[in-house]
Nanobody, 113 residues
């Protein structure tokens, strides 16, 4: 499976962004998907996931602000990010959950204070 994230950018604190990730290969509707992020000098961290059945999970720091969703027709997973904070600044990646696919390029999100 190949996954390509997009939709990042520069936004002020309190603003919103919607990330998209298109998958190719495999049977999209059958696997879980996740969003992950990485800042320089730190390990990549898990942010949110959605199972093949639509069950969602989030890390505590984004609960109530981020929403993950999937479109099994468009083979796309989304991450709606609201009330963004400078601490959300990172390169965001999508991958399967659990991770079994190669990492794509990611999309950069910068939140200014």
């Amino acid at each position: 499976v190949q996954l390509q994230a997009s939709g990042g950018g520069l936004v002020q604190a309190g603003g919103s962004l919607r990330l998209s990730c298109v998958a190719s290969g495999g049977i999209f509707s059958t696997y879980g998907l996740g969003w992950y992020r990485q800042t320089p000098g730190k390990q990549r961290e898990y942010v949110a996931s959605i199972s093949s059945g639509g069950i969602v999970n989030y890390i505590d720091s984004v609960k109530g602000r981020f929403a993950i969703s999937r479109d099994n027709i468009e083979n796309t997973v989304y991450l709606q990010m609201n009330s963004l904070k400078p601490d959300d600044t990172a390169v965001y990646y999508c991958n399967t959950r659990p991770v079994w696919s190669d990492w794509g390029q990611g999309t950069e999100v910068t939140v200014s204070s």
